[in-house]
Every structure is written in structure tokens, then in C-alpha cells.
């Protein structure tokens, strides 16, 4: 089992009534991966997560962790995952470090001194009341809860909301520390930078389908490149021209002295064509996580 999937589903499908929630999600997760889970409002991202901790029972389909059927295994389970949840409810009577302490007695966890190590380094006081936490502090304390007991695998709701960048730097460091130190960690965003930066996976979810699942290098090589072109001085070129002389060619624009768009396709048949133009100069480079994710939400792309 140990070269199992950590996290695995297999068409996984939740509906709220009539309105849809997730349909026929597959993810897999690998042990000791970082993987981002992405996607805009409304896409299905915390019914995932809520359906794989058995949070919400699928209509269809399957969640196996660490191996084992997620559906049936129960509680044992949950003393190996931190979660942190995008909404946060707490109650609001006891103060930052009396939640933590019950936690930690909550999770056996044998050395307390980890709770101040966190917290100073997210910079949360143990002394003040829950209830006049800001948002950012919220989640620190939910990000402190989730790592209390050293999961092996850490699934995170939307974890950087409400932190400010030093906090989310230093939250980054410690999710670093957590894969080093073995552990297993699935967390959504809409920040893609983040994800761009932390994840060597990503999977990206439209309308409750997953709609690309990649490699981060993958996603970022094979398929798009973007293309900047100059023209030489005095010539222009419409984008018709340019569409005709180099198919495959998308979101063109036109600028005074050239071109810029993306390119989806064999990047040397791309080559062969734009040589056969007078241009003074071409630039081709990886797109940004953000322009591929943007490419496949506005593009009419629906297939993995
Ligand atoms: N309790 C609910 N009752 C009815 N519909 C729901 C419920 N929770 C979610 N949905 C619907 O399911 C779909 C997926 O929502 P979900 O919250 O999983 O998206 P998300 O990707 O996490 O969005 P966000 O980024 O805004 O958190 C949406 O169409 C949403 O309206």
C-alpha cells in the first residue's frame, strides 16, 4: 500500500438537489506531492474537499486514502489528516490558546511546546479572545490546528485567504518543511501564483468537471507557449495574415511595432512558419500559470 495514492478519487459526484456540485471527479494524489487544486468561484472546489473528508456523502463514485476506502475507514483516518476548512466557525468564547490546547488534547499531541513555536512564527497571540480575531488570524489558527499532530497528509480549503504577504511567505516556508518532512499536502486556490510556486501538480476544475490535470512543468511546456513578434520597421501585418501564416495561433493582438498572443501546438511547425515571415525579431517563452488557466476558462477546452 505504501506506493498507493495517498488521496484518490474515482468518479467522484456530489449534486445539491437539482443544482449541480462536483461531477465525476478523479484526482490522485502521490505521497510526498504538493498539489494545487484550482479553479473560480462556485467550481466545485470545497465540495471536493468536503466529499473526500466525508464531510458530504457523494451520490457516486469513490474516495480511497492512504489506500483505504475513505467512505467506510472513519475516524482512525482523521488522526492522520489536518484540514483546513474555508469557512471558519469557532466558538467564540475561549481564547487563541486555549482552542489550540484543546486541539492538541483532541489530536494526543505529546509535545505542547509546538503550539508557541507555530505561533510565533505566524505571529498569533495566545491571548486574545476568538472572537476578536481578524479574518487572517482566523485561518492562522486553522492552519496551527490542521499541523498540530503532524498529519501525514495536509488538505487546505483556500488556506492563504486573509493572510497578509509576510504571513503567506511564511506559511509557504512551513508547507516546504511539511512536504520535507514527508508529508502529503492537496489545497485549493485562487491565487495561482502560490500554486505555481509551491505545486509540482495541479488540477483544474470548471463547472464541477475537471477539466486538466497535469504536471505543473507539463502544463507549462507542452502545450502553450507564448509568442511576442516584432515587425520590421514600415511593414505590418494583419492578424488574419499572421492567423493564416501561423495556424494555431490564439489571442492575438496587434501592437505599433508587432504582435504578442499564445500558441497552441508543435512549437517547431510554429517556427517553420514564422521564419517564412520578414519579422526583425521573435521571442517565445512558457506562459504563466495564470494565462494557461485564463486559456482554458475562456477557451471553449473541456477535456483532461
Ligand atoms: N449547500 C449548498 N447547497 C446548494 N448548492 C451548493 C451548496 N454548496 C455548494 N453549492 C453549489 O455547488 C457548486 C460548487 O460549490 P463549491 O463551494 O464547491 O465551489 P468552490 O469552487 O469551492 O467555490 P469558492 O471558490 O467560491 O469557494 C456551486 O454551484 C455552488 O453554488
Redesign the pocket.
Known amino acids: 500500500m505504501e506506493d498507493s495514492p495517498v488521496l484518490e478519487t474515482e468518479s467522484l459526484t456530489k449534486s445539491?438537489?437539482k443544482?449541480?456540485?462536483?461531477i465525476d471527479v478523479n484526482l490522485s494524489v502521490s505521497r510526498g506531492e504538493i498539489f494545487g487544486f484550482i479553479?473560480?468561484?462556485?467550481?466545485?472546489?470545497?465540495?471536493?474537499i468536503r466529499t473526500i473528508l466525508g464531510l458530504l456523502f457523494p451520490d457516486s463514485g469513490h474516495v480511497r486514502l492512504f489506500g483505504e476506502n475513505a467512505l467506510s475507514s472513519g475516524d482512525f483516518l482523521r488522526q492522520r489528516i489536518g484540514f483546513v476548512p474555508?469557512e471558519l466557525n469557532y466558538y467564540d468564547g475561549l481564547k487563541t490558546g486555549q482552542l489550540l490546547d484543546y486541539s492538541a488534547r483532541l489530536f494526543k499531541v505529546k509535545d505542547k511546546s509546538i503550539i508557541t513555536r507555530f505561533c510565533e512564527r505566524l505571529d498569533l497571540d495566545t491571548n486574545r479572545s476568538i472572537k476578536d480575531l481578524s479574518l487572517g488570524n482566523r485561518k492562522k489558527v486553522a492552519i496551527i490546528q490542521a499541523l498540530l499532530h503532524r498529519p501525514e497528509l495536509l488538505i487546505l480549503?483556500?488556506p492563504t485567504s486573509g493572510l497578509d504577504p509576510l504571513m503567506q511567505s511564511r506559511f509557504y516556508e512551513i508547507l516546504r518543511e511539511e512536504q520535507e518532512r514527508g508529508a502529503t499536502i492537496f489545497f485549493?486556490s485562487?491565487t495561482l501564483s502560490e500554486v505555481e510556486r509551491l505545486c509540482s501538480r495541479v488540477a483544474i476544475?470548471k463547472e464541477?468537471k475537471i477539466i486538466k490535470n497535469s504536471g505543473m512543468e507539463e502544463l507549462k511546456q507542452l502545450y502553450l507557449k507564448r509568442f511576442r513578434l516584432i515587425f520590421p520597421r514600415g511593414t505590418s501585418f494583419s492578424a488574419e495574415e499572421l492567423e493564416k501564416a501561423a495556424p494555431g495561433v490564439l489571442q492575438l493582438s496587434l501592437n505599433k511595432r508587432g504582435a504578442e498572443g499564445l500558441y497552441k501546438g508543435n512549437v517547431r511547425d510554429l517556427m517553420k512558419n514564422l521564419s517564412q515571415l520578414p519579422l526583425e525579431d521573435a521571442v517565445l517563452e512558457d506562459p504563466g500559470l495564470e494565462e494557461i488557466f485564463m486559456h482554458y476558462y475562456n477557451g471553449k477546452e473541456d477535456t483532461v
Open positions: 445539491y438537489g443544482s449541480r456540485g462536483i479553479g473560480p468561484n462556485g467550481a466545485g472546489k470545497s465540495t471536493t474555508s480549503d483556500e485549493s485562487h476544475i464541477g
